[in-house]
């Protein structure tokens, strides 16, 4: 059960299995060829093993079911040969020569003694510990073994033998193996596995990305088939090749074998209708007239079916690739002249006019542009990512930039986003993430993700059009293919296909035209995670977008995120200023938003006044009802506005829109960004179950389209800290502290070390805590992150420095955050930190009265909800240390109850824990331990104390680790803090 993708998608099924052979009975498992049977069964025989069961198994084969009592050999030849003892002496010579244990004498074998031998022998087994027998294509296994196993099941005692067994069926069959089975047993059917589940096989077995075209088309073509899809995958890998529109897949000769034999068999009328449904997979009604005589074969033979709407379709989607794979290329371009001349859509019209001819004219390339357009309105940008390139590719030979068909994709496909990482990620410019996944010519959007909580700086990162190739380029100043391949990359980029988008733009930027070749860049600019590689890009840039006042804004406003993630704040302020300048001077209403978009953030942190003014005035451009990266990135700003002065209801209002409008719109990467804003904002509205979800297909969605492995990362760390666990947070983020050093990017960086520092604080491990939590702090300002409700990290780094007994830097910390949100106007940050300065206080001095202020303090309502159960946290600590345990109990369990019910569990067994503690006795100190506590309060070394009281270092040493133990704390420093010894015998 160690190698997940081998039950990918059957966890439930695997679960009813396990349950059905702990009742003592057995299981039949079966579906048709390569759906996952075997997978199963090896998934079972691992759990079983692991839990101290014998497992024996068969694997019976086509090819030698004619052999005799092979099976019997498969099971018990290994077990016989370690304990020959159990079958009894007077039947082991006839069982010996079934296992080919002993030389046949030639006489005939004793059929009755080898029935008993295996009774005898799954009797003796089973005495000692409870036996399985898998028997895996149960259809195959030779007749001899059958006959046997059959006598011996009908013979076990009791529930301590089970079995175990696969069965391949097609559609309409029934099992014929039951007789291998007790009585009681069950069939469990094993049905198609979703698509995304499919998509993650390829990812997780073949490296294939979900987004990725030949992905799509192999999820297709398998139809929920787990074994047709790797053999698939496996194919396409191992040739090579680019599979473009209109091509067909290469289907392996095994796969063949599996379901082109009926095809053969077809007279050629009905191979001709099933090339007409094999190229669309609606083919008008009137071009099937004709072809019912065809059709009536093809639907006898079980090739195709009729569908409710009576139309036919082919009965597996891998038929239809095997039917269009073997006709030659002349009657398939036959097929989409047809279809071309019957379609009404356009979009359908022109991709079948292409595909109809090899000639390259500005007609068809006029053509396939004005779908491309059509399916961007439709919110199909996947689809017109294909259309514009195929335009391109058509668009008749200039001097400008060489577009070929089939050019492999080349580079990653990590792409950055510039959305921010997580719970506060990028708070400065909150950039969209979209895409959209292309099946067949249509876009369809895959679900996953959102991040942790109590912050939004990640999810403010808007980046309105950094790296987006809008850069006012028309056919008039430009080479036609480059501009056409610019918007097809664009396109891919918006869809989420970040491998496809970087093919098409590397050979823009090596092209001929200036303006494309800025609009390339600055699409490579986002995707690429390194910071130096981005500042080369940058400077190319500048140079071809000279005299071009909106082509140097565009790369002024790119500058200035990139400058903001280096974490060079003046220089980034600056490029902004520039780009504003630029952006006016076109009179260009977009690119002025865009530049007001990227303004926002900062001026949120700076001077909220001025940042309102500032969206009032992007709305005043008329941006319209067009979703557009200006428009996203204004309303992701609003957003963020809202959550930081406290106004949850409206910034949940308002994300449930724009995430609505950018799914309607299929735009995949904005997706990925918009989740991250939508799970920060249920985190704070007190919905962790929610933000765990969004976390984790924002997460998903991130590394699936291309975004930073950082930016991924961290979102999965705060899905973890928002619904998940302490643990697996610090994996991620420790993972993803490495990622951001290694790109460089000091933003994400920051994010990564605050979320390592609250999984830290989750875990009682103070100092941990303090350390990372002030690192990211550190970084976060350092990139302009000024405002304390970006990240709520003031507040806990304050607290753990004080358990850690800094707390002249708590107090300096806490002041710091003060100051700035009684400037910024802040409310919502005030109550975390005044629980963090009076636990302060209660740790350095009188914990009562900390304890009062702070029951006193906490209110009845708070605009992030969880804030008061944070609150609840410290008092509860704050009571024990007064000794007044009842109360500590009644805050701990409120505490409790609230993070219950909003699903964070993370901090749910953080309280649990605490009630635990409390509720288990304690005993009273030594009086070595008394004196130990003591000196260590009195500042005394290990030695000191090994001195003193006439004891080893290691002694103290142990004693030191049992004190940490007992008081709840993890170093010197806290011990130190904690209550008096005279009061601890009574805790």
Not at 694 to 712: H, K, M, N, W, Y
């Amino acid at each position: 059960m160690k190698d997940a993708p081998a039950i990918l998608g059957r966890q439930q099924t695997l679960e009813k299995c396990m349950a059905a052979l702990a009742a003592g009975g057995g299981v039949l498992v079966s579906g048709p060829a390569g759906i996952g049977k075997s997978a199963l069964l090896d998934a079972i025989g691992s759990a079983c093993a692991a839990a101290g069961q014998l497992v024996l198994r068969s694997a019976s084969a086509a090819a030698e079911s004619w052999l005799p009592y092979l099976g019997l050999y498969d099971l018990f030849s290994d077990a016989v040969a370690a304990r020959p003892e159990v079958v009894p002496y007077h039947l082991r010579s006839a069982f010996d020569g079934v296992l080919m244990r002993s030389v046949p004498d030639g006489a005939a074998t004793d059929q009755l003694a080898i029935r008993v031998a295996v009774v005898e022998a799954l009797r003796a087994l089973s005495s000692e510990r409870p036996v399985l027998l898998i028997l895996d294509d149960v259809n195959c296994l030779d007749s001899a073994t059958a006959e046997v196993l059959a006598f011996a099941v009908r013979r076990r005692q009791g529930s301590r033998v089970r079995v175990l067994a696969a069965e391949r069926l097609s559609e309409g069959q029934e099992p014929t193996w039951w007789g291998l089975l007790p009585e009681d047993a069950v069939e469990i059917a094993l049905g198609n596995l979703p698509g995304p589940v499919v998509s993650e096989l390829l990812r997780t077995r073949l490296g294939l990305r979900p987004t990725d075209k030949l992905s799509q088309r192999i999820r297709d073509a398998a139809g929920g088939n787990p074994f047709y899809a790797l053999e698939l995958g496996r194919a396409a890998l191992r040739s090579g090749t680019v599979v473009q529109p209109g091509d067909p897949l290469l289907v392996p000769e095994r796969l063949r074998g599996l379901l082109a034999d009926r095809l053969h068999a077809l007279p050629k009328a009905a191979r001709d209708a099933l090339l007409l449904i094999s190229t669309a997979a609606r083919p008008p009604r009137e071009l099937l007239a004709g072809h019912e005589w065809g059709l009536s074969q093809a639907l006898a033979s079980g090739i195709i079916v009729s569908g409710r709407d009576l139309e036919p379709r082919f009965a597996h989607p891998l038929l239809r690739e095997i039917v269009y794979a073997d006709a030659d290329i002349e009657a398939r371009r036959e097929c989409h002249a047809k279809l071309a001349q019957a379609h009404d859509d356009p979009l359908e019209r022109a991709r079948h006019h292409a595909l109809a001819t090899a000639d390259s004219t500005e007609d068809l390339a006029a053509e396939l542009e004005e779908a491309a357009r059509i399916a961007v309105h439709r919110g199909a940008p996947g689809t017109a990512a294909e259309l514009f390139r195929m335009a391109a590719e058509r668009t008749p030979a200039t001097g400008g930039v060489a577009v070929q068909s089939g050019t492999p994709a080349t580079g990653s496909a990590a792409a950055r986003t510039g959305t921010p990482a997580s719970d506060g990620a990028a708070a400065r410019n909150g950039t969209p993430v979209a895409g959209s996944a292309v099946v067949n010519g249509t876009d369809t959007l895959s679900a996953t993700a959102a991040p942790d909580a109590h912050d939004d700086a990640a999810a403010t990162n808007v980046k309105p059009g950094a790296g987006l190739a809008n850069v006012g380029v028309t056919p008039a100043d430009t080479d036609v293919a480059s501009r056409r391949l610019l918007e097809a990359a664009r396109a891919a980029f918006d869809a989420g296909l970040p491998r496809q988008a970087r093919d098409a733009a590397e050979r823009v930027a090596a092209g001929p035209d200036p303006a494309c070749r800025v609009g390339a860049r600055m699409l490579l600019v986002e995707l690429d995670d390194d910071i130096s590689v981005q500042a080369a890009l940058l400077e190319a840039s500048e140079a071809d977008a000279a005299g071009r006042p909106d082509l140097q804004a565009r790369v002024s406003l790119q500058r200035a995120d990139h400058a903001f993630r280096s974490g060079s704040v003046e220089a980034a302020i600056a490029a902004l200023a520039r780009a504003e300048e630029y952006a006016l001077s076109t009179g260009d209403r977009n690119l002025r938003a865009e530049s007001i978009a990227m303004r926002v953030p900062t001026e949120i942190q700076t001077d909220p006044e001025r940042a309102i003014e500032s969206l009032e005035e992007a709305e005043a451009l008329g941006l319209g009802g067009d979703l557009t990266l200006p428009s996203i990135a204004v309303r992701k700003s609003l957003i963020i506005w809202f959550l930081r002065r406290g106004d949850v209801a409206d910034a949940l209002a308002t994300a449930s829109r724009l995430r609505a409008d950018v799914e309607r719109a299929g735009r995949l990467r904005d997706l990925g960004d918009v989740l991250h804003l939508v799970a920060s904002v249920n985190e704070r509205a007190g919905l962790c179950r929610q933000a765990h979800e969004a976390a984790l297909l924002g997460s998903r969605l991130r590394a699936e389209t291309g975004s930073s492995s950082v930016q991924a990362l961290i979102l999965t760390a705060a899905a973890e800290l928002s619904g998940g666990s302490a643990e697996a947070a610090v994996e991620v983020a420790q993972r993803a502290i490495e990622a951001g050093t290694a790109s460089g990017d000091s933003e994400f960086t920051g994010y990564a070390h605050a979320f390592l520092g609250r999984a830290e604080l989750l875990l009682d491990r103070s100092s941990q805590a303090a350390h990372h939590l002030a690192r990211g702090r550190t970084l976060m300002r350092n990139v302009g992150m000024v405002d304390p409700a970006t990240f709520l990290v003031d507040a806990d780094l304050a607290e753990t420095l004080a358990r850690c007994g800094s707390f002249s830097a708590a107090d300096r910390i806490l002041d710091e955050a003060q100051e700035a949100a009684r400037r910024l106007e802040r409310d919502v940050v005030k109550l975390g930190l005044t629980r963090a300065r009076l636990l302060r206080h209660g740790l350095a001095a009188d914990a009562r009265e900390a304890a009062d202020r702070l029951r006193a303090a906490i209110p009845a309502e708070h605009a992030y909800p969880l804030e008061i159960a944070r609150a609840e946290v410290t008092l509860g600590e704050l009571e024990r240390r007064a000794r007044r345990r009842a109360a500590a109990r009644t805050a701990w369990e409120s505490a409790a109850a609230a993070y219950a019910a909003a699903g964070c569990s993370p901090w749910l067994r953080f309280v649990q824990g605490r009630l635990a503690r409390l509720d288990t006795p304690a005993e009273p100190l030594s009086a070595t331990e008394r004196q130990i506590v003591e000196l260590v309060r009195s500042g005394a070394t290990n030695r000191q104390i090994a001195a003193a009281l006439q004891v080893s270092v290691k002694a103290v040493e142990g004693n030191l680790t049992r004190l940490f133990r007992r008081f709840g704390v993890s170093s010197r420093a806290e011990l130190a803090g904690a209550e008096p010894v005279a009061r601890v015998e009574h805790v």
